[in-house]
């Protein structure tokens, strides 16, 4: 991938679990928008402090955002129902 392309993901997530947006090593991204089927709970991680910032109920999506990401520091998405769901993203990579 090259600076300015999309970068896209939809997965089924587990109950309790998460989708990390991660880029490979020495690789930036900024996520403009999460959509989610059901209950999400959003979280910052740095592979060791995870920080619960936002959660939403139901399906959504969180729109025209910018969470800027790398390999160490990343945007995490917990699925908190009580079945697997699917949890997408999409942006742009920067570096």
């Not at 600076?3 to 991204?29: C, H, K, R, T």
């Not at 959003?42 to 399906?59: E, K, P, V």
Request: aromatic letters at 10%.
């Amino acid at each position: 991938m090259a600076v300015g392309d999309v970068v896209a993901d939809i997965q089924s997530i587990a109950a309790g679990a998460y989708l990390d947006i991660q880029p490979g090593s020495g690789v930036e991204w900024v996520i403009h928008n999460i959509y989610h089927e059901s209950d999400v709970e959003l979280n910052r991680y740095d592979g060791t402090n995870s920080l619960t910032f936002d959660t939403d109920t139901g399906a959504g999506v969180y729109a025209k955002y910018a969470f800027h990401c790398n390999n160490a520091d990343r945007i995490r998405v917990k699925n908190a129902n009580t079945s697997a769901k699917l949890i997408g993203y999409d942006g742009m990579q920067t570096k």
